[in-house]
C-alpha cells in the first residue's frame, strides 16, 4: 500500500520518513511512503492538533485518492498557558501572535521564521523561573473516505536560557528534553525520543492490526 506522507516542511518530512521505514521494518508491513504528487494549501482553522491532523490528511486523501499521513505538532510552555496552551498549535507562527507581540523588536524581523519563534519564547520567559514545555505531536492517517486513525506522542522538558545547535528544527535548539543536559538541537539520535517516534509508534499500533 502507498501512504504520503503530507507536510510541506523539508525537515518534518526528513523525520517522518526515517522513523517510518524502521516502524515499516519492525512491523514487516508492505508499505511504500510517497511524497503527494503536489503541494496543496491547507487551512489549518481546528484549535487542536488532532483536528489539525486530520484536517491534513483529509485534505490529500480527497486531492489525490491515495492513503494520506500527517502531523500536526507544536511545543507548549507551561508559564504561557492558561485555557489556551502556547504557542500550541500556532507554534508555527507565534512570532506573529498578538499574544506578547511587545517583545519583538522591528529590527528582530530580518531573523528567520524560526529564530524569531525562539526569540520571543525567550523573552516571554526573561524572568520566568517556570521553564517547563513539553512538545507533542499528533499524527492522522486516512486510509478512506470515511476510515481514519490517529496516534499522539509528547516529549517533556524545559525551555533553555539561549538557544544551541544545529540538529532539527523548529524550537529545537531552545528545547531541553528530560533527563539531558543539552538542546533537542544538539543530540543527534532525536528520531528515537521524540514527540514525533512516539506518535507514530502509538498509531502504528493499530494500523499493522487494521491492514
Ligand atoms: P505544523 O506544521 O503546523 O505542525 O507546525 C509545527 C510547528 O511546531 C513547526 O513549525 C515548529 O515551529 C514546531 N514544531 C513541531 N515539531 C517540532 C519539533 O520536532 N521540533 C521543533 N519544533 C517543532
Known sequence: MKLMICTSNKKKFEELYSILESLKKDANLDLEFVSPPKEIEVEEYANTFLSNAYLKAKAYYDAFGI????????????ALSDNLERPGVYSSRFYKDSFGSNVLKEDDFKLSKDELNNLKVLRLLEKEENRKAKFVSVVAIVLSNNYGIFGEGELKGSIAKEPSGNFGFGYDPIFIPEGYATTLANIENKDKISHRRKALESVFFILKKVL
Open 67 to 78: 492513503p494520506a499521513l500527517a502531523d500536526d505538532s507544536g511545543l507548549v510552555v507551561e
